[in-house]
């Protein structure tokens, strides 16, 4: 476990402790039946536990009795059943309690293990009495434990899903459609111990669960060479917290935009770029001529009609385009690079991108037209990511010139700039303002992570575009493609962006939620 996963972690832990939701995305449940239980290899009671636990097994359930102080803090008290094994898992379950329990946070569900002692490192999936549902986990031995709360309560059907060193929690609702509470990393080692838990948050009490359509799957032994990217685009919707899962594939695509009437995304994948119906379905290529090495710092147009993208010459350098919505052959507006592309005018007339000059990198305007080129910024240092406000008052654009990459702000002319987020632990990236000038929403790293690379721990934040508090709202696997670009809905309410896990190959699937 790094530095970036510690801190990132252990951030989230206070942010949820303090009632902030986290986000979850949806997928359907398609293979919920009424088989057989499993058969588990072995049961134990884990920690210092007085009342003994106990296992009862019938056709289509198993019974988990338990006692234990708590599955908490450095070390847990509870009862075991569980299998031995190397690789990925997937285990499932519904959970129901038997009486009412005498500590609302008992605690019953899922738990992939390194070991059998109290204190070893962990994640589980539980059902709390009270009917709180969450992820918890334990980094190293010893450590405290963390957690990440799921907005969904009990009863509910929950699913503990392990991909090498990243473990993911579904958590169903009412209508039976799952949501993703979260998706954490975790060294456990090859090796680990998965099954069921009880705790009774009472060393003087036992508590009995009762474990129905139990699903317990092994899911491969993969060498972590072999593993490949899993790209999934997703929204999330500012008013509920809720991540809805767009297109899911294991192969990589980046960086979402909305379109301007709210009915597509388009979004890069090896050099071209796609469009995809906001409800899902199969992404159809939009025709950009020669441009085949287009990036992930492509944009719509204010009023819907041009496509701007970052394309790379024969020279190796990115330089600007622009051309039809549907497609067409681009025409080129800057003609020195690198050049990357990030923002448009509100009045269509002005595009702002990062260029290199002189071995400096720093933010420009020009016309859409093309012609002669401004610089707005003049540090030694990276300032990247420019963006306007919908009133075009305003660049937003992130920094280091401080030691430490932070959201900057400045007057369209590039006078008056301004830090606008915190230093704190984290490393902010690619600001993008509502289309109702109300928010502001960012990428985070922690701030130990130079540059913005693929594959980290990361959190996306928000915060109110006149400024106050910013929050975490989604914790996720990603980092560069994970959102670029602008990729607000039209009414604000939600924007996109792409999450990613590294996983074992096998056939693609794609999920949509119509």
Known sequence: MGLLEMSIHQYISSII????????????????????????????????????????????????????????????????????????????????????????????????????????????????????????????????TLEVRSPIKAPARIILERTSNQFTLYVSDKSGVLHTAATISVNLGNKVFSGLVVCSHDSTVKETAVFSNVKYTLTGNCEEKERIVESTLETYDTETGIRTVIRKVQEHFEAPNWSRDGKYFLFNSKGKIYKLPVLGGKPEEIKTGFASTCNNDHGISSDGKQLVISNHGKDGKSYIYVLPIAGGEPRQVTLNGPSYWHGWSPDGKTLT???????????????????????????????????????????????????????????????EQTQITPNDQFGDWFAHPSPDNQNLVFVSYDKSVEGHPANKDIVVRMMPINGGEVKTIISLFGGQGTMNVHSWSPDSKKFAFVSYRLVAPKKTTNRNNK
Not at 57 to 72: F, M
Not at 389 to 411: A, C, E, H, V
Request: charged residues 20%; hydrophobic residues 35%; proline residues 4%.
């Open 353 to 415: 991108y990062c260029a290199e000059r002189d071995g400096e990198f720093d933010v420009y305007t020009i016309p859409v037209t093309g012609g002669e080129e401004k610089r707005l910024t003049n540090s030694p240092s990276l300032d990247d990511g420019p963006e306007y406000s919908p009133d075009g008052k305003f660049i937003y654009f992130n920094s280091i010139r401080t030691g430490q990459m932070k959201i900057w702000r400045m007057l369209s002319d590039g006078s």
């Open 17 to 144: 402790g303090a009632g902030i939701i986290t986000a979850f995305a949806a997928v359907l449940v398609t293979d919920i039946t009424h088989a057989e239980v499993p058969k588990f290899a072995g049961n134990a009671d884990i920690g210092t536990v007085n009342i003994p636990g106990s296992v009862i097994y019938k056709k289509n359930t198993i019974s988990i009795t338990g006692s234990g102080e708590n599955i908490w803090a450095d070390k847990d008290a509870f009862h075991f059943l569980y299998n031995s094994h190397e690789g990925d898992v997937q285990l499932a379950t519904d959970i129901n309690w038997i009486g009412k329990g005498k500590n609302p946070h008992r605690k019953a569900g899922l738990m992939i293990r390194e070991g059998l002692t109290s204190n070893d490192a962990y994640v589980d999936a539980v059902i709390h009495g009270d009917g709180l549902i969450s992820i918890q986990y334990r980094t190293a031995k010893g450590q405290n």
